[in-house]
């Protein structure tokens, strides 16, 4: 889908983050030497996914030990006092991503619970759609909730089933919750690794080689993790496979009937995954580059000179570049050195952000034909941005090719998302959105270009292969919360 646009650029609202940003990233380790080292080497391998706040909660075989912190993994354990005071063989961690305000270390993952049966610690990657209507029920039942975070329901869910075994009562937990989950969960004598029924999520196992134990396990959300930790790749987790690893190995249930189909998250490919990683056997910056690819084809346009909005827009633009045989250069250069200036709370700081962010590379842009290449378009006003500090530097136009659909829903399956009537593509159709970026031209890839890139023939509308909900509007999983107005939106 292409439109053309020679409208001047109209004001758009400059007060809000801009981005897409993954809920959760998790980390599993059985058993190890040094398991908090190597799960907090795994949760930085995964800082992408979360970058508010990172906890680990490990067990010696006596007690189990926590900490939790907000900010990067590399600053919630730099000190190594900390890690030292996290022994054991066994250890789970979570970063998480979390709104302003609602970054408090109360709702800082794994969370932990004791019970009758001993310690427990869960962390959860995704987002519950009915977490609220669980929770009314779960207080009036007298249980007290310890945060705002909808994973608390799992720990409440196992504290009140009237099964007996710790797996029983997880499963019970399973059974009652709606949405996307990827879980990690330690008790004293296993690792307990879960995926919802439609693998929304992502999850993986891996194996730690020779010098550790022969029984060492890790489990995390993305491939990439396994190199740092020095684990190899064993599989991805099926969707509604539940794994516990124990003392005896690894085994596997499956304890939901009548799911056999995945819906995972198809903008894992797009933007959220790690170029490096792995999924489902697609290298997720291969399945980028196809995409790229795609959008050549389906959009092209006479340029001189393609350019990617850095970092996630690298591969689709490589693939972009090679497929419409135009020169790839690093137009923009993005400064990996902010920190997290650009999500301060101050209407002022997040105006400056994108600038703080990114800086134009006049030397390859300057009296070129640019074709931009970002992934999505979220509220429109860091494409606006780009465009005119591409504009700026000379380019003679700008055509603006995103690598996935235009994004007209809110995601409720651990994605933030604005609220859809902030979703630019919700409120303007093509044409409108590329007068108000200001680019001469925009193009979006087509569905069914974005499921021939991930080696489909097209889109399965009976039976449609990933979730797709974001660009279609077809949620896989009820919305309860949201159908009941029990959550609010931003
Ligand atoms: S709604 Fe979009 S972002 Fe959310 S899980 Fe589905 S495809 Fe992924």
């Not at 794994?110 to 609220?132: I, R």
């Not at 419409?324 to 137009?331: A, Q």
Request: charged letters at 20%.
């Amino acid at each position: 889908m292409t439109v053309s646009s020679h409208f001047s650029s109209h004001d758009l609202e400059f007060i809000d983050d801009d981005e897409f940003h993954e809920e959760c990233g998790v980390v599993g380790v059985w058993t190890a030497q040094d398991a908090a080292s190597l799960t907090a080497l795994g949760l930085h391998a995964l800082q992408h996914r979360g970058q508010e706040a990172s906890g680990i909660v490990t067990y010696d075989g006596n007690n189990f030990h926590s900490h939790r912190g907000l900010g990067l993994v590399g600053e919630v354990f730099a000190d190594p006092r900390v890690i030292s005071a996290l022994p054991g063989g066994v250890a789970i961690g979570h970063n998480r991503y979390a709104t302003t305000g609602e970054t408090q270390i109360r709702n800082v993952q794994p969370l932990y619970g004791d019970f009758e049966f001993g310690g427990f610690a869960v962390a959860h990657n995704g987002n519950l759609t009915n977490a609220q209507l669980l929770k009314q029920s779960l207080v009036r039942r007298g249980c007290l909730f310890q945060s705002s975070t909808d994973s608390e329901v799992f720990i409440h869910l196992i504290a009140i089933s009237l099964y007996t075994n710790v797996i029983d009562r997880f499963i019970d937990a399973l059974k009652q919750v709606q949405g996307a989950y990827s879980l990690v969960a330690l008790s004293k004598d296993m690792l307990i690794a879960a995926r919802d029924p439609l693998g929304v999520r992502p999850l993986i196992l891996g194996k730690l080689p020779n010098g550790q134990e022969e029984n060492s396990w890790v489990v995390a959300s993305e491939s990439c993790a396994l190199s740092s930790m020095g684990a190899d790749f064993v599989r991805d987790i099926e969707p509604g496979e539940v794994i516990i690893i124990d003392n005896n190995g690894v085994r596997s249930i499956h304890p939901f009937s009548g799911h056999t189909s995945s819906r995972f998250c198809i903008f894992e490919y797009v933007y959220f995954a790690r170029p490096d990683s792995v999924i489902d056997n697609k290298s997720v910056y291969m399945a980028r580059k196809k995409i790229g690819a795609e959008l050549a084809k389906e959009c092209h346009v006479d340029a001189d000179v393609v350019v990617p909005v850095p970092d996630s827009g690298v591969p689709a633009a490589i693939g972009y570049a090679a497929a419409s045989n135009i020169p790839f250069e690093l137009g923009i250069i993005r400064s990996h050195y902010i920190g997290r200036t650009f999500i301060e709370p101050t209407d002022q700081i997040r105006h400056l952000g994108v600038k703080l962010k990114h800086a134009t590379n006049r030397a390859v842009i300057e009296g070129k034909r640019v074709v931009l290449i970002d992934d999505s378009i979220v509220r429109g006003t860091t494409s606006k941005k780009i465009v005119e500090m591409v504009r700026a530097a000379g380019a003679t136009e700008v055509h603006l090719r995103i690598a996935s659909p235009p994004t007209k829903h809110s995601c409720f399956y651990g994605i933030d998302t604005p609220a859809q009537e902030k979703l630019l593509a919700y409120i303007h159709d093509t044409n409108e959105m590329c007068k108000l970026i200001g680019a001469d031209s925009l193009g979006f890839v087509s569905s069914d270009g974005l499921y021939r890139a991930l080696d489909e023939e097209k889109r399965d509308n009976q039976n449609p292969q990933y979730c797709d909900a974001c660009f279609t509007g077809e949620y896989p999983i009820s919305l309860t919360d949201h159908d009941m107005n029990l959550i609010k939106s931003k």
